[in-house]
């Protein structure tokens, strides 16, 4: 049997774990990837895969659209209609995968004319309701013919009342590898395990893993340790990620009395490592993003409860008070009672965590995403 060629276009720069997995799996069952990116850090510039970058459009900051955009949209939209004819006719490209609503728009008329498979792979924390009328009209005609895959229900309601046809949208359930040390470990992963156990035996500890903007929980994180040091003598928190805002916060736990036992420890490669430290894993990111829904499935398949907010999208993989913590009113003192709760009720935190980890193994598998996948492509 012939390769099947697939083009993935991205100018998100999120990164997207689940979707480089995919790809390393799909590559092992005889599928074959071009890479094309605008930004960086989605995690799908390896050496060992064809990628290359191009130019898709000026940077919006503050608008989806800008004028210097609309200028250039047609000249792109053009572009990009030649580039995939050419892809298509020369490279025998069959399927198109776009992430970054940039590509969405230039592409996928492309796509449609030329009659290559379109698929569209919403990251969860879009706001389409910040949209405005030229971009909502864009975003639905663009859509047409294409396979829309989400991540969470929220997501296919938001695109369903945005207009967008629900039966080209698919909620695909993200998935992990469930052997937890695949990778072969490096001094980095031992250094993490070895503080991870040091800290495991001395202390009750919250973990997170988030950008360190100005966007986040962080600074709620720092007052429910505040609250529960009253009760949990001997607490801690795990603050995993970079960013501006590293300093500030952790001046901030100092001017609380706290910087003893809060513990910024910057990027770290394997973060699994580090889960087995954590007590209780709470979501610190204001806008969920695919990795942070990476984030919570390893922290699930690792026998850990997760807290965090109702109403963002977590509500597909975890099941308040069975697997974790939804909390509709997600400010320090509901976060702070929850985890005292689960600090005093041990029995009800080993069920949580295992129930958790039971669900991720049974839905959440990405030997079993990547044969769902491997269907519409």
């Known amino acids: 049997m012939d390769n099947k060629k697939i083009l993935i276009v991205d100018s998100s720069s999120e990164k997207n774990q689940f979707l480089a997995d995919l790809v390393e799996e799909l590559k092992k069952k005889n599928f074959y990837f071009s890479i094309l990116l605008a930004g960086k850090g989605s995690g799908l510039e390896r050496k060992e895969w064809q990628f290359s970058r191009r130019f898709m459009g000026p940077e919006i900051k503050n608008k989806f659209f800008a004028a210097e955009f609309i200028i250039l949209l047609p000249a792109l939209a053009l572009l990009y209609f030649f580039y995939a004819a050419y892809l298509k006719f020369s490279k025998k490209i069959t399927s198109i995968i776009l992430v970054g609503w940039k590509e969405k728009i230039f592409l996928s008329p492309a796509g449609r004319i030329l009659r290559i498979n379109t698929i569209w792979i919403e990251n969860p924390g879009v706001d389409y309701n910040n949209l405005g009328r030229m971009e909502k009209f864009l975003y639905k005609k663009s859509s047409k013919k294409a396979r829309i895959v989400v991540f969470s229900s929220l997501v296919k309601h938001s695109l369903s009342e945005l207009g967008l046809a629900g039966d080209n949208i698919k909620i695909f359930q993200p998935g992990i590898r469930l052997n937890l040390y695949e990778h072969q470990d490096n001094i980095f992963s ?6 991870g156990s040091k800290f495991k035996k001395k202390f009750f500890t919250i973990g997170t893993v988030v950008d360190l903007d100005k966007r986040q929980h962080v600074e709620k994180l720092l007052q429910v340790v505040k609250i529960c040091s009253e009760v949990i003598p001997n607490i801690q928190l795990i603050v995993i990620g970079e960013g501006q805002e590293r300093k500030n916060l952790a001046w901030s736990a100092k001017k ?57 999208g977590l509500e597909d993989i975890v099941y308040n008070d069975k697997t974790g913590c939804l ?15 689960l600090y005093q009720d041990g029995r009800f935190r080993a069920n949580l965590g295992m129930l958790a980890k039971e669900r991720v193994k049974k839905f959440f598998n990405l030997a079993e995403q990547v044969n769902e996948f491997e269907k519409i492509i």
């Not at 031992?190 to 503080?195: I, V």
């Not at 910024?264 to 430290?277: A, M």
């Not at 990795?291 to 807290?307: Q, R, T, W, Y």
Request: aromatic content about 8%.
């Open 327 to 341: 909390l509709e009113d997600f400010d320090s003192e509901m976060i702070a009672r929850q985890v005292i709760r």
């Open 256 to 312: 609380m009395g706290i910087d003893s036992c809060v513990w910024f420890v910057g990027e770290h490669g394997h973060v699994r490592k580090w889960l087995y430290s954590f007590d209780v894993y709470i979501v610190a990111s204001v806008v969920l993003k695919m990795n942070d829904l990476d984030v919570v499935l390893k922290c699930m398949s690792a026998g850990l409860p997760v807290i965090g907010p109702q109403g963002e």
């Open 190 to 195: 031992k250094l993490a395990q070895t503080e």
